[in-house]
């Protein structure tokens, strides 16, 4: 078994192998592979598509989900505690919480696979779904030039860690005070698309948003992009800040079929965490 904290725990071979998996149960491979195993899920209610796609992911092969909210592993017990006793029923253990550190420990003392749903410096199982996405539409996502648009958090970390794993090359847009350190960055969109294939974003503060004022992906800015260029915002996105609603309107946007497959990937993750 293997668990999942970091995308950099993998190797780049280990992420070809999830896709391999994910194409196998677009055709209809490994129904019933969880039948008679439990997956215990720790999330927070604000989650949406990640949560959404496990549960649903688990339950078409043939598994059961346990619930609770992130807020249960914050109690007094130890996590070696609750890790001893849920190595008792659990088959898989899946987290969603803002420190890592917890999912670590966790690691630490499960006997079962530990995967990260998301936490406040990566979100792995989104990042492998983009670039399975991205390996359905692009020649070789790899060669291609990506830009991150967005403050230093777990979404450009995330991205960061995926650069580092399929060595792409990635670059940052952003306010200044905002960087992401080892990426070259720039302070002006109409720069920093320049020469790029990927156009990527996150979603900022309110509070924030002034001192990004120049860094807005606009239908003007994407336009200077390599051609056949895209814009893969991570939702939640909202117009008129991070994003235009005209280039979320126009053929630059991926479009929110470019999520679809976050199923079959999150369930190829689960499928190779147990069995490797």
């Given at each position: 078994?293997?668990?999942?904290?970091?995308?950099?725990?993998?190797?780049?071979?280990?992420?070809?192998?999830?896709?391999?998996?994910?194409?196998?149960?677009?055709?209809?491979?490994?129904?019933?592979?969880?039948?008679?195993?439990?997956?215990?899920?720790?999330?927070?209610?604000?989650?949406?598509?990640?949560?959404?796609?496990?549960?649903?992911?688990?339950?078409?092969?043939?598994?059961?989900s346990?619930?609770?909210?992130?807020?249960?592993?914050?109690?007094?017990?130890?996590?070696?505690?609750?890790?001893?006793?849920?190595?008792?029923?659990?088959?898989?253990?899946?987290?969603?919480?803002?420190?890592?550190?917890?999912?670590?420990?966790?690691?630490?003392?499960?006997?079962?696979?530990?995967?990260?749903?998301?936490?406040?410096?990566?979100?792995?199982?989104?990042?492998?779904?983009?670039?399975?996405?991205l390996?359905?539409?692009?020649?070789?996502?790899?060669?291609?030039?990506?830009?991150f648009?967005?403050?230093?958090?777990?979404?450009?970390?995330?991205?960061?860690?995926?650069?580092?794993?399929?060595?792409?090359?990635?670059?940052?847009?952003?306010?200044?005070?905002?960087?992401?350190?080892?990426?070259?960055?720039?302070?002006?969109?109409?720069?920093?698309?320049?020469?790029?294939?990927?156009?990527?974003?996150?979603?900022?503060?309110?509070?924030?948003?002034?001192?990004?004022?120049?860094?807005?992906?606009?239908?003007?800015?994407m336009?200077?992009?390599?051609?056949?260029?895209?814009?893969?915002?991570?939702?939640?996105?909202?117009?008129?800040?991070?994003?235009?609603?005209?280039?979320?309107n126009?053929?630059?946007?991926?479009?929110?079929?470019?999520?679809k497959?976050?199923?079959?990937?999150?369930q190829?993750?689960?499928?190779?965490?147990?069995?490797?």
């Amino acid at each position: 078994m293997k668990h999942l904290i970091h995308l950099t725990d993998f190797k780049k071979s280990d992420i070809y192998d999830i896709f391999y998996l994910a194409d196998e149960l677009l055709q209809g491979e490994y129904r019933d592979c969880l039948k008679g195993k439990t997956v215990v899920l720790f999330f927070t209610n604000s989650s949406i598509r990640t949560r959404v796609t496990f549960e649903k992911g688990i339950y078409l092969l043939g598994g059961q989900s346990i619930l609770f909210p992130t807020e249960t592993l914050d109690k007094k017990e130890a996590l070696q505690d609750v890790c001893g006793y849920l190595n008792n029923w659990a088959d898989l253990i899946i987290v969603r919480h803002k420190d890592i550190r917890v999912l670590e420990e966790m690691a630490k003392y499960s006997a079962v696979p530990v995967i990260n749903a998301m936490t406040d410096v990566n979100h792995p199982c989104e990042l492998m779904s983009d670039m399975y996405a991205l390996s359905k539409i692009r020649e070789d996502f790899i060669k291609d030039k990506f830009l991150f648009c967005g403050k230093r958090g777990n979404i450009g970390l995330a991205w960061k860690e995926a650069a580092q794993l399929c060595g792409f090359e990635l670059e940052q847009c952003c306010g200044e005070g905002y960087e992401i350190e080892g990426l070259k960055v720039h302070h002006n969109i109409y720069d920093a698309v320049k020469g790029k294939d990927i156009v990527c974003t996150d979603s900022l503060p309110a509070s924030v948003l002034p001192d990004f004022k120049d860094c807005q992906v606009t239908l003007e800015a994407m336009k200077l992009a390599n051609t056949g260029a895209i814009l893969n915002p991570c939702p939640p996105f909202y117009r008129g800040e991070e994003v235009s609603a005209e280039v979320i309107n126009s053929d630059f946007f991926v479009g929110y079929e470019f999520k679809k497959c976050l199923l079959e990937v999150q369930q190829a993750i689960m499928i190779f965490c147990i069995t490797r």
